[in-house]
């Protein structure tokens, strides 16, 4: 009897070991929730020292794992930010640089989407809410979603994701899975900004302007700036009502934007919760990431597009089983192209060998290491579906940032970041700084020859 139980209190100590592991390590197939806001710039977030909102689900979230500070997009734009979170390749290479419907199903077939290459490795595969990807929702064999619902843009369509989300964890609790949950706010800003109906939710009664925000401390147009980027602004009037406005008006437009923000923050809230209702917390990788960011009113400016700060960096949130916790990160990050190979990292699934990206499972895990020196991302002006033939490059630095456009009598832009974090004193007609210039205008035509893209950067 004695020996009995000596091997159970044995097999105990085994399994109370195994247990404090799984708090510590990643589980070999830990289920993978990712989640996405629209239009959501990075600076909107209480946790990354914005005073002017509460975002306590982020802030929960940022807590418990690691935050990337200096995260970006791919193109500022909704399709090819999708496409380049989904197929883990820059929206050139993709040769889809505009929005586009996914009636159009201009998906290349060469290249395997999120959802069919985690289906492969062996998950069970959902993707709930705003879709806006050329591919058709009911085209399962290319897309691998298994479960789709409340795709089709509606009314309260936010307030629908957890609920179609919680069923889907539910039922796949005892299996690994792979859920998107894709919200469409803050991009509700767009229908405030020119008086019409907001889609998924009401804002609260405004307040009188005493509790407004403050105007931006680079409200104000940049010196040198490249003339396209205002040419874009009168390209449709409905989607940038803004050109006339007055500083009260932007004010009232970082209000709203902040309310949407917070709106959307407790719907991100009620799907994290159904992972602590369903016991799923400690075995569930989630992301939470935004398509791109918002004009936020500096530079008087509404929308994105454009590759000012405000409307490329994104917010970029990892935590789990095996993540770090409490982290930031200030490395260079492009969730359009690095966030595909991490996932493959956890789900081990086959990497595509056209990633343009990298693992940031290594930063996560703990590991010192330099992802990269330099990231370029890029822009494509276009009114909705149309291009304007307008493209621009940006060559991002840990220190320096430098954008160029390939039209116009001013093309060209370099900023400080350390010193001008706004962005509003460009040092490209500076001749200290002829040097460093002509530096990057090698290294993008290196990377366009690389990377097989036909934008044409100015010579050294």
Excluded at 171 to 191: G, K, M, T, Y
Aim: proline fraction near 7%.
């Amino acid at each position: 009897m004695n020996l009995i139980i000596q091997r159970w209190l044995c097999c105990l100590g085994i399994c109370c070991s195994l247990q404090v592991t799984a708090q510590t390590v990643t589980p070999a197939r830990p289920n993978i929730l990712w989640i996405i806001t629209d239009q959501q710039t990075a600076q909107a977030m209480s946790i990354a020292g914005n005073k002017e909102l509460h975002t306590p689900a982020m802030d929960r979230l940022a807590a418990r794992g690691v935050r990337f500070t200096r995260a970006y997009c791919a193109q500022p734009l909704c399709t090819p930010s999708r496409i380049s979170m989904f197929s883990g390749r820059m929206p050139h290479q993709m040769q889809l640089t505009t929005n586009a419907s996914d009636k159009e199903n201009r998906w290349p077939d060469t290249v395997i989407m999120a959802g069919r290459l985690m289906k492969a490795a062996g998950y069970r595969t959902g993707y709930v809410g705003k879709w806006h990807i050329p591919l058709l929702t009911a085209d399962s064999a290319r897309h691998g979603f298994q479960y789709m619902k409340n795709i089709q843009m509606r009314d309260w369509m936010d307030a629908s994701t957890p609920a179609d989300c919680a069923a889907f964890m539910k039922q796949n609790s005892r299996q690994p899975f792979f859920l998107i949950a894709s919200f469409v706010n803050p991009h509700d800003i767009c229908e405030w900004a020119r008086g019409d109906d907001m889609k998924m939710d009401i804002l609260p009664p405004m307040p009188d302007s005493s509790h407004w925000p403050g105007l931006p401390a680079n409200f104000e147009i940049p010196q040198q700036e490249p003339p396209v980027v205002r040419e874009q602004q009168h390209s449709n009037y409905r989607t940038y009502p803004t050109l006339q406005w007055k500083p009260e008006q932007w004010r009232a437009y970082r209000w709203a934007y902040n309310r949407l923000t917070e709106q959307v923050d407790q719907y991100v809230g009620m799907v994290l919760e159904t992972l602590r209702k369903y016991k799923l917390e400690d075995n569930t990788i989630v992301i939470f990431t935004s398509d791109h960011g918002d004009g936020y009113a500096a530079h008087r400016w509404n929308q994105k597009q454009v590759l000012y700060e405000e409307s490329a960096s994104v917010p970029l949130i990892i935590a789990g089983p095996g993540v770090g916790v409490g982290v930031t990160d200030d490395q260079l990050v492009c969730n359009g192209t690095d966030i595909l190979p991490t996932l493959c990292d956890y789900a081990g699934a086959a990497k595509p060998g056209y990633l343009a990206g990298r693992s940031l499972q290594p930063l996560l895990s703990g590991r010192q290491q330099q992802l990269r020196d330099t990231l370029v991302i890029a822009t494509t002006f276009a009114d909705n579906e149309k291009s304007l033939d307008i493209d621009g490059r940006a060559v991002i630095t840990p220190r320096y940032k430098y954008i160029v456009y390939d039209k116009g009598p001013i093309r060209e832009q370099l900023f400080d970041l350390q010193q001008d974090p706004g962005e509003m004193h460009s040092l490209a007609t500076d001749k200290r700084f002829r040097s460093l210039q002509e530096q990057f205008r090698r290294y993008l035509r290196q990377w366009c020859a690389s990377n097989d893209d036909s934008f044409h950067p100015l010579k050294p």
